[in-house]
């Protein structure tokens, strides 16, 4: 293979390349002074959380954690630039429409409440008394607050999510389209099913412990930074680390790690993988059930040879439901179906399954490789069926880790940021709050999509996030939301979403977490989060807040509240002035939150129970229950090599330098592409197969069926270590090609991860 273009492999991911890169960013970010002060907070029982990842903090949170890229979501938070009215007045919104989203972040935090004036295509200051009482009076003039829908990004606390659900529902819907919708929900509703928790079962101590740690569709080194740490840890004390990946990602290969001072210094560092194996797009499904079946191989040899089980069979038959169904299935599935699906040899998964049989205590890790395809759910099922084999859940050392995104996507849902919440929390909510609260399911973020095109939907209020970038089929997005009535944007920078305004728009400023959060007494609020590990614990800000007009996302949410559905059921002030008295009300309708504000105040917060952990099984069976789909009749992958060629399967990831669709650079260092992001890694004998040089630039075009034209326009061909047929490129730029109408089954997540494209030459038009 030609490697003149494949990231130079020498180097690890982290060590020095990550500290000088986060020099860079602090000098970039505006923030090079305060910015020493404020990392020492992150993540430190008194400071904040840091913003940037869903992963657990160790037990002993007392030694700053160092992570890149929790330096550059802390930095770019804390930035000195501002977003002034200045800045609105200078460019009408259609000029700033043209800006990249990289360019658009570069102006910092936003200072004012503003409002569109359509006269002057721009958005103006705007007290925020009458913003709240226009947006009050927008809503409470629609047919039904059904018509309205309440996204939310998940960095909002336990705090802002829960009041934010709660006038929701008091207003009278439960329209929360939730980013959750486009990330793990597919983890969610799998786990649910067959261990009766949608939350991993694993403590971050029990990566001491493990044998073996199984990752799969997940780029650590970039996105959870702190993961490397540990799977270091476990790599050197010798624990296994298999992981599935269609790329080669560098931070999974080797990592050198800043806080080791002697590997700093030797220059070393420590091999991550010692299997790495790289499936087809979507097909891990096929690689997990090709495991299970040698591990049932191995199991039929053992008996044969009067040698111990290698099944648990107190566990499967004490804990597990159905599962013969599943062997039978497993048996039904041949060899040559499951190497055509994973793209895999028999020969590479049977070394995978000899890892998982000589280990005792298993890991399992898996983020958005898996989670945004047609069968997420039903990959998921296969994982948590393969652990169950040998009894791999709900002991030390093993277990499911679906490892969060945003920092606090997890909490959120906690607190009831849910579009079909379970009725339990409804009744909860009726009997303490006194209520009529809404029955019917609400919007996920597909659906709220739908209702806006057709009409039906008339208001979009967004608690963060940039909804149009993050979504599918960027350009109907955009048209849905310039059709509204309203749209409310809380937000600590500006980003299109913003610029898509509809009849009444607003951008309502709010503190970050990295801010002091001062109530009327002039005392400091805490917020909460709850981490990948169920661990929730207290963040407060130490920095002076970017504006002094700008307000905490609780106090914006109160007012809109007050100003929609009046102050008769909740009190919603004096929530907004103190946040014990949300944690209180917390305490009151949701499990598990005994001595919520007590608990919290500890060092390391406290850890929500989860049943499954303890072997207690709340499914319908009571038991751990197998399922027994068969693979998919067909992957993407498997499509596009079908027909005439020329076709690819397409997944869309995030690069070094971004946190989701906030841009912070144009470089992707552990994948050697410097200052530019419209990029396509393809296999050097794809590019030969279709007579293409390295470098040259093509449009991408989208080739789902349904008439619709998708094109994504001016992309350089980027050789890479990726199998062939399988193509990858950056999310948002590429958000053009994925199509609202392909959904994953049950879990209803945009398959971000399979799509089907071809390639147009630049001069053929
Ligand atoms: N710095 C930073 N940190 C972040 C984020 C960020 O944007 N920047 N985003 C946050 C959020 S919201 C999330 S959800 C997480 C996302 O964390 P990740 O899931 O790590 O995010 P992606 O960049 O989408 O990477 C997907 C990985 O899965 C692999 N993959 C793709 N398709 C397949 C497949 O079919 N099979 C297998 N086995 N692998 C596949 C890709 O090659 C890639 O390595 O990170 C969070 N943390
Ligand atoms: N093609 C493709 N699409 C994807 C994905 C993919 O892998 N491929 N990944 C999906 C995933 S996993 C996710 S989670 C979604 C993410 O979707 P979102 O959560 O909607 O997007 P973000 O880019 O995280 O939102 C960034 C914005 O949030 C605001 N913000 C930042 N901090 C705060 C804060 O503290 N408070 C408030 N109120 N606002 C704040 C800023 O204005 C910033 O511009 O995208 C999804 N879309
Ligand atoms: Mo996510």
């Given at each position: 293979m030609d490697t003149k273009f494949i990231g130079k492999k020498s180097a690890a991911a982290g060590g020095w390349g990550a500290l000088k890169s986060c020099g860079k960013q602090l000098l970039q970010s505006g923030m090079p002074i305060s910015g020493a002060r404020t990392m020492l907070k992150a993540n430190q029982p008194d400071g904040f959380d840091c913003p940037g990842c869903a992963w657990g903090d160790p037990e002993h949170g007392s030694s700053f954690e160092f992570c890149e890229n929790g330096v550059k979501a802390v930095a770019w938070e804390a930035t000195e630039k501002r977003a002034t009215p200045a800045f609105f007045a200078e460019k009408t919104v259609s000029e700033l429409r043209r800006l990249t989203d990289y360019e658009l972040e570069l102006n910092g935090r936003l200072t004012h409440p503003m409002r569109y004036d359509a006269a002057s295509d721009r958005y103006l200051p705007v007290a925020w008394e009458d913003a709240f009482a226009e947006i009050g009076s927008i809503l409470t003039r629609l047919d039904t607050p059904n018509r309205a829908e309440f996204y939310t990004s998940g960095r909002a606390s336990n705090e802002a999510a829960f009041l934010y659900q709660l006038f929701v529902r008091v207003y009278g819907t439960n329209n929360f389209p939730d980013c959750s919708n486009m990330c793990h929900e597919a983890s969610g509703i799998a786990m649910r099913q067959a261990i009766?928790?949608?939350?991993?079962?694993?403590?971050?101590?029990d990566f001491e412990e493990a044998d073996a740690i199984f990752v799969i569709g997940q780029n650590p080194g970039t996105n959870h930074p702190r993961m490397l740490g540990d799977l270091r840890r476990a790599a050197i004390r010798g624990a296994r680390v298999v992981v599935f990946n269609p790329i080669r990602e560098r931070g999974l290969e080797r990592f050198s790690d800043p806080q080791d001072k002697m590997e700093m210094l030797r220059g070393g560092s420590t091999d991550i993988a010692s299997l790495y194996l790289q499936p087809q797009l979507g097909g891990d499904m096929a690689a997990v059930r090709g495991m299970a079946k040698a591990v049932l191989a191995a199991e039929d040899r053992a008996v044969a040879a009067g040698l111990p089980a290698v099944l648990d069979h107190a566990f499967l038959t004490e804990h597990c439901a159905d599962f013969q169904a599943y062997r039978a299935a497993v048996e039904a599935t041949g060899w040559a179906e499951i190497e055509d699906q994973s793209g895999l040899s028999r020969q590479e998964i049977e070394r995978a399954a000899d890892v998982y049989i000589t280990a005792e205590r298993v890991i399992c890790t898996w983020a958005m490789g898996v989670t945004q395809h047609l069968h997420s759910v039903a990959t998921i099922r296969e994982i948590a069926n393969f652990m169950f084999l040998r009894g791999n859940i709900g002991k030390p050392g093993a277990g499911l880790c679906p490892v969060r995104g945003h920092s606090n996507v997890q909490g959120d849902r906690t607190v009831g940021i849910n579009e079909k919440p379970e009725d339990d929390f409804l009744d909860a909510l009726e009997k303490h709050f006194r209520f009529a609260v809404p029955r019917e399911h609400g919007h996920n973020v597909l659906a709220a999509i739908g209702a806006m095109l057709d009409g039906s939907a008339e208001a979009f209020i967004g608690l963060g996030g940039n909804f149009a970038r993050a979504t599918p089929d960027s350009a109907l997005v955009e048209m849905a939301l310039r059709q509204l009535k309203l749209t409310v944007h809380i937000a600590t920078k500006p980003n299109h979403?913003?610029?898509?305004?509809?009849?009444a728009a607003f951008i309502l400023p709010c503190l970050g977490r990295t801010e002091m959060d001062l109530n009327e007494a002039g005392n400091s609020q805490l917020v909460s989060v709850e981490d990948s590990m169920s661990m929730v614990h207290g963040s407060a800000g130490i920095n002076r807040p970017a504006s002094p007009h700008i307000l905490s996302e609780v106090a914006i949410i109160a007012g809109i509240a007050e100003a929609t559905v009046g102050s008769t059921v909740v009190d919603w002030a004096e929530l907004a002035d103190d946040y014990d008295l949300i944690r209180d009300h917390i305490e009151a309708t949701i499990p598990d939150f005994e001595n919520y504000n007590a608990r919290l105040r500890k060092p390391r917060g406290f850890h929500l129970r989860n049943a499954a952990r303890h072997r207690e099984w709340q499914t319908p069976t009571g038991k751990a229950s197998f399922s027994s789909e068969a693979l998919p009749d067909e992957t993407v992958h498997q499509r596009a090599r079908k027909g005439e060629g020329g076709r690819f399967a397409l997944q869309t990831f995030r690069s070094h330098d971004q946190y989701n669709t906030t841009v912070y650079g144009l470089d992707d260092r552990y994948r050697g592409v410097y200052g530019e992001r419209q990029v396509i890694f393809i296999h050097p004998d794809d590019l030969k197969a279709m007579n293409a040089e390295a470098g040259e630039r093509i449009d991408v075009v989208g080739e789902h069926d349904d008439g619709i034209e998708r094109v994504a326009e001016d992309f350089r061909l980027v050789p890479y270590d990726?199998?062939?047929?399988s193509i990858a490129g950056y999310y948002p730029e590429l958000n053009v090609l994925v199509p609202l109408a392909s959904a994953g089954k049950e879990s209803d997540t945009p398959t971000s991860k399979s799509i089907m494209v071809s390639f147009r030459g630049r001069n053929a038009a």
């Open positions: 009766g928790v949608g939350k991993g079962t694993v403590l971050l101590e979403s913003h610029l898509m305004p509809g009849e990726i199998p062939r047929g």
